[in-house]
């Protein structure tokens, strides 16, 4: 079943594309999404719960999330939370959670790059401990090199760790 790369989690998507939204969604909160970026999202939900004069103590009942965990999500320490609690809250507010999803080739281009620049990253620490420091043009074409071989090898060598 195709379905389109950018969906909103609401009561018309099929069963299982609500566990892989809810899945992908609660990693990226959980575990990818760095500071910055979670006190950027609670910022804009605390925004909104302003703009629409509503007390934390209204978005825990419309969301039936207890205030202090409103007020700690709201407060910026959304890495802590519960997806369905952060859900709760961002529908209490009219805000939509979307689930954008990345072309597979370039999902694919970024995590070669990623590790091709792990790998270059290893050759030069390697090489400073024997007290031969890489250049960065030569670093540069290490990544290069690393990245095509890993483009036009096996797509498992793309995801092993």
Sequence with gaps: MDTDPSFVLNSNIVYHEILF??????????????QPTALIFAERLNRRRKSLGMSHSVVAARSGVSEPSVKRILGGRISEASFANV????????????????????????????????????????????GQAVDPMVYD????????????????????T
């Design 21 to 34: 939204a809810i899945a992908s969604v609660s990693y990226m909160i959980r575990k990818r999404m760095d």
């Design 87 to 130: 859900v709760a809250i961002a529908e209490a507010l009219g805000v939509s959670l979307g689930v954008q999803e990345v072309e597979s080739e370039e999902w694919c281009r970024q995590q070669a790059r990623r590790k091709a620049e792990h790998v270059a990253r290893l050759v030069q620490g390697t090489s400073a401990l024997e």
């Design 141 to 160: 074409q290490l990544v290069d090199r690393s990245y095509h071989q890993l483009m036009a090898g096996s797509r498992r060598r793309l995801w092993s």
